[in-house]
């Protein structure tokens, strides 16, 4: 027979489940959008900032030589930066799915149990 007490149980656990992982997500993604706005804020104002050096530059070597290493820092920023929010993609996935290890688990253990026999 259909018990509504165990049914509201499960529906509640499974409400909260799904709340605590969306709170994770909305966090995570809070957080790396955050982190993208400011590394776009920094990135315009070192351009502003090359673009005054190279417009007060005097020959065309050190205006090269300027280019150069203000292409270089810039790549080596950005590879860092891809690297720092790719971490926390990975980290936003974990804590998303935290809240559903235990019920996974739980539902896996019979499962498990029954294909061992």
Avoid: W
């Avoid at 090359?50 to 050190?62: I, V, Y």
């Avoid at 030589?65 to 920023?77: C, D, M, P, R």
Wanted: overall charge negative; hydrophobic content about 40%; proline content about 3%.
């Amino acid at each position: 027979m259909f018990n509504f007490d165990d049914a509201n149980k499960k529906s509640k656990e499974a409400m909260d489940v799904a709340v605590k992982s969306y709170s994770a997500l909305t966090k995570g993604l809070q957080a790396i959008a955050t982190e993208t706005a400011d590394y776009s804020k920094k990135t315009f104002e070192d351009s502003i900032a090359h673009l005054e050096k190279l417009a007060s530059t005097k020959s065309l070597e050190a205006a090269f030589e300027l280019q150069t290493n203000y292409l270089k820092a810039s790549y080596e920023g950005f590879v860092t930066e891809a690297t720092k929010i790719g971490e926390m993609y990975a980290d936003l996935a974990k804590d998303a799915y935290k809240p559903y290890e235990a019920p996974v688990a739980k539902a896996a253990g019979p499962v498990k149990a029954a294909a061992a026999a």
